[in-house]
């Protein structure tokens, strides 16, 4: 075999020239959490609870479309996809049924993805385990294996899910991630990785819950990888990688005291039990419960809220039949009972709690227990079982380990562990903005300072004004990513999950055309992103269906940098000449450089696809892409210092340090968006060497590129752009060119 296309050496990923490799990546795609038919987004309730009889086949788009996604990405300046797929679209139908149609489509849209040179890193969705719980991941059919009945969750608030909401458009906002602190979540997380010590009697075909469940799920995705390897023009060429589970959560596991709110739980919204009330209400027990808001400085109370499921439970009934699925239950796992009635956490004759601290110690032993401790225990063993099954297919996977999100990770540097061919795989988003989907420029909170004990108090942690909020998103990437060389050891850190909310302020932008707040904060979070010495990032996300009316089409979310009812940046300056007495012309000769040469004759960008929801007439916007389309290094002949954009000035600049002088054909590139360095209008200066910028055509796509050909040692480079008015790209006006039309003309791709 010949050297593979990407490989790491120590913390850094290699091209087979030796080259540095910097992922800048999108995840692919939002659309992939639900199914293609029936098309059920979060929001729709028809046919919902029909979960064996689905298909993700036409997920995350159709083959037909799939070049126009590919290239528009491309376009971006994209090398990297976090490909996302859920366990239910590989096994909806049943245990050991594989959807084999889904899993060929994937390879063939994989092959579509090879054609633009993507690398991509599979990735195992989940939110909230289920759609069924309120989230996507899991088939329907584990939870009625983990003896839920998930027609019940809405009147016992086990699981809040839009599906099921009286009004789906009045679903709270973010609302839906409390669920991993109400009764589903946190029972089959807790079944799920440790079963065994905490529901013994959970016995199913001969094995623990927890067997049953962690069984299935990796072997599903094993058999998906199995088939990617058969297909045998995938690895390697496309697919360098495997991501572990999505945003693994520890259920109960680590709880002290099931009777209060954890004081680490951050997030409360809406009825905010504790795990004990939602344990009563799941066993149809009137409860009543905190209400909170979330404000400007964080959840507070706004009052208290009965909650009476008027005897229905949220778990199967007496009279349920297993045989539907093929299973069957020990007896001594009784049905219409709560499983955690049956472990003596309490007594349901009484609603009395017997054992308030059951799950802050491993039963069977006694030894405590903590979020660290879970991580470092029931976390990593799971993660072993599903890296081996992977690697069992595919002995050179990468695999990218995601540890519990914003938690300490697990200490493996200098353990069996410590995987030279592992990725630290990392989420981050700005809460504040995330959850009020506003983008505060007065003040902002250094999380992770909060969560590891920075401060003597939370005070010390606000940060006033928006270069102090800039620079505190900035320390707190830089500090998880010093943190993940400190217990994960020379690993590269990616940041598989990163992103902004573009409904900010009650959709303002949508109204006026006007996204300078979501300019500020996606510019704000990419500042971060290179200020954090990372070996790149994935954002989250891009979803093909977008729109003004239901965002990402899923629980009200609406992250997503495509819209259907927004245009697309235009391309920078057409003008290829170039005035002898600019800058531009003279500084091509400093420090040994060449002029500017070859085609430059880049196509005008079209306008998005735009089905608008909305009237005719609303104000159209550019959805802060002058923030996200920046430069970037893709290959680097050395090892990045640091690399920043400063949007305001239009200026790019990187330092570096090189071991050996550039090989002819091997230079440092860099990755120059149009419509920032139009043709013409590009200043480059630099420590030494000689450079050029170029097109690079890429199945019709041509990516403008600084290739730069440098001596050994540090050297740096400073690109200075088009430097624009601010908001001169906020309210756009002429005539919009929508997707339909585009079609009709035969432009849907785009050239």
């Known amino acids: 075999m010949g050297s593979l296309r990407l490989h790491i050496d120590g913390k850094s990923f290699r091209d087979p020239r030796g080259r540095e490799v910097i992922m800048r990546g999108i995840n692919v ?174 016995i199913i075909d ?247 004990g920075k401060y003597w108090a939370p005070a010390f942690a606000v940060k006033v004004g928006e270069t102090a909020i800039r620079n505190c998103l900035r320390d707190q990437l830089k500090f998880l990513r010093d943190e993940s060389l400190k217990y994960m050891g020379d690993h590269p850190m990616v940041f598989t999950e990163i992103g902004i909310p573009y409904d900010m302020d009650d959709k303002h932008a949508y109204k006026t055309g006007d996204y300078s707040s979501q300019t500020s904060a996606m510019d704000a979070n990419h500042f971060a992103l290179e200020g954090s010495t990372s070996n790149g990032f994935t954002l989250w996300v891009y979803e093909t269906e977008n729109n003004h009316e239901w965002g990402d089409q899923w629980n009200g979310e609406d992250l997503s940098i495509f819209s259907r009812d927004d245009l697309e940046l235009p391309s920078g300056s057409t003008s290829r000449s170039v005035d002898p007495q600019s800058p531009a012309y003279s500084e091509s000769y400093s420090s040994g450089g060449e002029p500017e040469v070859g085609p430059r004759n880049l196509k005008g960008a079209l306008s998005a696809p735009s089905i608008s929801s909305e009237e005719p007439t609303q104000p159209k916007g550019y959805r802060a892409a002058e923030a996200y389309l920046r430069p970037s290094p893709i290959y680097v002949n050395g090892t990045v210092k640091d690399h920043v954009f400063d949007l305001k000035n239009c200026t790019f600049t990187m330092s570096l340090v090189a071991t050996q002088a550039t090989a002819t054909d091997a230079p440092t590139e860099i990755y120059l968006p149009d419509f920032h360095f139009p043709d013409g209008q590009t200043v480059v200066a630099m420590s030494g060497g000689k450079w050029e910028i170029e097109f690079q055509d890429i199945q019709g796509i041509k990516l403008q590129r600084l290739r730069w050909w440098h001596s050994e040692g540090e050297q740096d480079i400073r690109i200075e752009g088009q430097k624009r008015q601010p908001g001169e790209f906020s309210n756009p006006s002429g005539e919009d060119v929508t997707y339909l039309e585009q079609c009709q003309r035969g432009d849907c791709l785009l050239m």
């Open 206 to 452: 001969g094995v623990n819950i927890q067997d049953y469940l962690q069984r299935h799920f990796i072997a599903a995705c094993k058999h998906l990888a199995a088939k990617i390897h058969e297909a045998g023009d995938l690895e390697h060429d496309v697919v360098i990688g495997w991501e572990s589970m999505n945003e693994p959560h520890r259920g109960l596991i680590g709880f002290q005291d099931i009777s209060v709110i954890p004081p680490e739980q951050q997030l409360q919204l809406g009825t905010s039990p504790t795990a004990f009330q939602a344990i009563l209400t799941g066993s149809g027990r009137p409860c009543e419960q905190t209400t909170w808001a979330f404000g400007s400085f964080g959840p507070y109370k706004t009052g208290r809220e009965l909650i009476d499921p008027e005897g229905i439970k949220a778990w199967l009934s007496s009279d349920h039949i297993d045989s539907a699925y093929g299973w069957e239950r020990d007896p001594g796992w009784r049905l219409d009972e709560c499983i955690w009635a049956q472990h003596g956490v309490w007594d349901p004759s009484t609603d009395t709690l017997l054992q308030k601290d059951y799950f802050s110690k491993v039963p069977r032993t006694g030894e405590k227990m903590d979020y660290e401790k879970f991580t470092n225990t029931y976390f990593l063993q799971h993660y072993r079982a599903y890296r081996d099954a992977i690697r069992e297919v595919w002995p050179e996977s990468i695999m990218l380990c995601q540890p519990p999100v914003m938690e300490v990770p697990p200490d493996l540097k200098g353990s069996i562990d410590d995987d030279p061919n592992m990725v630290h795989a990392v989420h981050f988003y700005d809460g504040l903005t995330l959850i009020t989907k506003h983008w505060n420029r007065l003040y902002n909170v250094d999380v992770i300072g909060v969560l590891r």
């Open 29 to 202: 795609a939002g659309d992939a959490k639900y199914p293609k038919n029936p098309d059920v987004p979060s929001f729709e309730s028809d046919k919902f609870f029909e979960g064996d009889d689905v298909s993700f086949v036409g997920r995350p788009f159709s083959l037909e479309d799939s070049h126009y996604h590919f290239k528009k990405l491309r376009k971006w300046g994209y090398n990297t996809i976090r490909y996302i797929f859920t366990w239910e679209a590989i096994e909806h139908a049943g245990p050991n049924i594989y959807d084999e149609e889904w899993i060929q489509f994937t390879i063939e849209i994989l092959r579509i993805a090879k054609q633009y040179e993507f690398y991509v890193f599979m990735d195992p969705h989940q939110d909230v385990w289920s759609r069924f719980s309120g989230g996507s991941g899991a088939p329907m059919w584990t939870l009625y294996a983990a003896g839920f009945d998930p027609k019940n969750f809405k009147s016992t608030q086990a699981a809040l899910v839009q599906n099921t909401f009286d009004n789906p458009a009045e679903f709270p906002k973010m609302i839906w991630s409390t669920n991993y602190t109400r009764l589903v979540c946190q029972t089959m997380f807790t079944l799920f990785w440790a079963g065994r010590d905490y529901a013994p009697k959970a």
